[in-house]
T-cell receptor, first 113, second 115 residues
């Protein structure tokens, strides 16, 4: 069966440290993988996109890696700040299902001062 | 540029009733998709419309339906509501059609409570 797995336990991290989140998938062949941030009671907000033929993308303090052999993406928040506290979702889009995004359950990040 | 607008934001319905939720995409966006979010199941894809045509559909019963109008606005309807339909319903829009790795822009959602 198809699965997208993200750490279900909240990640508690001290301000200034790097938070690393994992997204593992099974029985998907994503052409694109995206990361979103969701705050309580709000819709998800796009952060980064990485293509299947890319290994790494960066945007400011954010970095995402994509390993199609391991079927895994890692999402890093460097120099974390309390404002980074939120739930982070990974989403896959396959080439035969354009427009249909499959989301992981998300990982909550809590950054403490 | 206005974001994705969903109405109503909150609503309470009784089992057996039906509900219609509305979504206005970002101007110029032609693709609209709908998702259901619950604590237990996370974000689940309902369906996606592009230029008034349903392109993809998730694994939801036929009680869940949608449509898109010529101005790209979309509605989704849930008939014969069940308690398990209580959820946050999110609409998302994206600018283009296929194969571009488009990001999707979500609205704030409609909170549906079925009692």
């Amino acid at each position: 069966s198809q699965k997208i797995e993200q750490n279900s336990e909240a990640l508690n991290i001290q301000e200034g440290k790097t938070a690393t989140l994992t997204c593992n998938y099974t029985n998907y062949s994503p052409a694109y993988l995206q990361w979103y941030r969701q705050d309580p009671g709000r819709g998800p907000v796009f952060l980064l996109l990485i293509r299947e033929n890319e290994k790494e993308k960066r945007k400011e303090r954010l970095k995402v890696t994509f390993d199609t052999t391991l079927k895994q993406s890692l999402f890093h928040i460097t120099a974390s700040q309390p404002a980074d506290s939120a739930t982070y979702l990974c989403a896959l889009e396959e080439a035969d299902s354009w427009g249909k995004f499959q989301f992981g359950a998300g990982t909550q990040v809590v950054v403490t001062p | 540029k206005a974001g994705v607008t969903q109405t109503p934001r909150y609503l309470i319905k009784t089992r057996g009733q039906q509900v219609t939720l509305s979504c206005s995409p970002i101007s110029g966006h032609r693709s609209v998709s709908w998702y259901q979010q619950t604590p237990g199941q996370g974000l689940q894809f309902l369906f996606e419309y592009f230029s008034e045509t349903q392109r993809n559909k998730g694994n939801f019963p036929g009680r869940f339906s949608g449509r898109q109008f010529s101005n790209s606005r979309s509605e989704m309807n849930v008939s014969t509501l069940e308690l398990g339909d209580s959820a946050l319903y999110l609409c998302a829009s994206s600018p283009r059609g296929t194969g571009f790795g488009n990001t999707i822009y979500f609205g704030e959602g409609s909170w549906l409570t079925v009692v």
